[in-house]
């Protein structure tokens, strides 16, 4: 589905939200903890806030997953590794400045 047919499908995307389609992340349904990737984040109406469309179809429903921000469960805090250059801490995604 391109973005013509997902705003047909779910209505006007959003502007502004934490994640972007195309980020991963997880989140709990249905006592289960997914990890997958978002297809679409549908842009929030009058009593909801945004929801986030899923690339994975929901398994009870065989329909595109939808996740809810209060669903979510937010990444781990990034490990830290000791850097052999310069001695200090950075992310494996960081790397270090002086390399
Ligand atoms: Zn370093």
């Known amino acids: 589905m391109d973005a013509k047919q997902l ?3 779910y209505g006007p995307g959003a502007q502004f939200s934490d994640n972007k389609p195309g980020d991963t992340i997880t989140y709990r349904s249905g006592g289960r903890e997914i990890t997958d990737v978002i297809l679409y984040v549908i842009a929030p109406a009058q009593h909801r806030g945004i929801i986030y ?3 994975q179809p929901d398994p009870a429903t065989s329909l595109p997953a939808l996740c ?3 669903e979510r ?3 781990p805090e990034p490990a830290l590794y000791t850097c052999l250059k310069c001695g200090g801490m950075h992310t494996v995604g960081q790397g270090c ?3």
């Open 7 to 9: 705003e047909a499908l």
């Open 53 to 55: 469309v899923m690339t």
């Open 68 to 70: 809810f921000p209060n």
């Open 73 to 75: 469960i937010e990444d």
């Open 97 to 99: 400045p002086l390399a």
